[in-house]
Structures are given as structure tokens and as C-alpha cells.
């Protein structure tokens, strides 16, 4: 049965995933900052048949971080698995250079997936190996337009897992870098534009879930989108920039 530390459990691809694990028997430490949601969450999980411990925690307070993943260690009696979840965005092009917005999402998205990864570490090497994951984005491949901050937040983690994954490898630790499209979540329900290929929370924990097993680098889906963005990367400015700027402008004509 595996040990697995989640953070951003409260709501969306995190809340969903929970319960995914749960019902495959996992014992969980459950990680936000909501100690309601988070009990709801855990008394779903106990439906399921799955444990759950809730474990409040904002990532964005990275000394508070390293304090959870001890307790996180007690409550489960060593874990093995970690999957750095927790992330914000924003969903106005108006708040693109809105300084207060960028901050929290480099707090969160970066720095708490930064620590959560790192202050782990010593506890999958004491456990003798495990697996170490984060929760980025498809939307890291490229800067998205009005989504700079964003964008860059999640490639900053990806990168780092891509070099945890070398690192990390003779020790039996697995590195696994979740790279999701849309998925239907309270966060993307403020988008004002159509969203490509969305998939429900519950079908994406599920495919995290199955894939997971395999501990392989990456996981990204859906296939098209993953397919999209993947070429998207390789366009040069020339022509990357004026269609990056068409499709700004007609985002920005939907929503006058």
C-alpha cells in the first residue's frame, strides 16, 4: 500500500486524485490550506475505502513546508510517494503584469513546489527510494499570451523535475513530471475562452492514477493537446509571435 503525500488536495485535479488513491488503498497525507474541504475530502476517501490524514498547509510559506513533511513522515509512518500539487493562476488578461498576482503565483507554483520536492528528498532516501512527482502544465511548453507568469511557473518546475529525474536516478527515486491540458476545476471555470480537449477532474486523477504505476518522466495528456503544444514549442518567433498575438486578439473580441 502506498504512502503518498499530496499537496493542493482540497479542490480540483487535487481533491479528485485523492480520492482516486484512496480507492486504490492508498494512505494519504492530505495537504491544503482549507481544514474544512480537507476533512469533507477525508471522510470521502474513508467511503472509498482509502486512509487519509489532513495536514493544513500553505506552500507558499516554505518553512512551514519542511515543519509538514515531518508531520506528514510521523502521521504515515514513513511515506513513498510525493505529488506537489498545489498551484494557483489567474484568469484575466488584466491581472498579466498585476505584480501582487504574479508574486502568488512564483510563491506557490514555483517556490512551493520547489520546497515541497527538495524537503522530501531526505525522507524517500530514508524510506530507501520512492517516487517524487509535481502537478505542472502543458501551458509550460510556451509563453502563453496574458499568461506569462503562468506559463513560466510551470516550465521553472518542469525543469527542475527533469534534472531531479537524473539526479535522483541511482538512489531508486522516480522523478515524474504531470504535464495536464484543460481539466474541468473551479480555477479553469473562470477562463473566458473555449478550452480545447478539456477532461473532467475525475477522468484526469484516474489517467494520473493508472500512469503513475509505470513512474514514468513524464505524463501528459490529452493526446492532442499534448501533441499541439508539443509542435507549438518548436515554431520559431516568426511565426510563434504573430499567432500567439492573433490568438490574444481574438480572445480579448469574445469577451467585449
Known sequence: ?????????????????AIELGRRGAELVIAARRKSELES????????GGTAHVLVLDVANVAAVKEGLAEADRMLGGFDT????????INDPEDAFN????????????????????HSIPYLRAHGGGQLSAVTSLAGRRGLP?????SASKAA?????????????????????????FVDTPMTQRNRFKMPFIWSAEKAASYISDELEGAPGVIAFPLPLDMVTSAVSMLPNVIYDPLAKLMLDRNKHKQE
Not at 146 to 150: E, H, K, R
Not at 157 to 181: C, H, K, M, W, Y
Open 41 to 48: 475530502l477525508a471522510q470521502e476517501i474513508a467511503a472509498v
Open 157 to 181: 518546475v518542469s525543469v527542475f523535475l527533469e534534472t531531479l529525474r537524473v539526479d535522483l536516478l541511482a538512489e531508486n527515486i522516480r522523478v515524474t513530471d504531470i504535464q495536464p491540458g
Open 146 to 150: 496574458a499568461s506569462g507568469a503562468y
Open 82 to 89: 510525493v505529488i506537489a500539487n498545489a498551484g494557483v493562476g
Open 99 to 118: 505584480w501582487e498576482d504574479v508574486e502568488r503565483m512564483l510563491d506557490v507554483n514555483v517556490r512551493g513546489a520547489f520546497a515541497t520536492l527538495v
Open 1 to 17: 500500500m502506498k504512502k503518498i503525500v499530496l499537496t493542493g488536495a482540497s479542490s480540483g485535479i487535487g481533491r479528485a486524485l
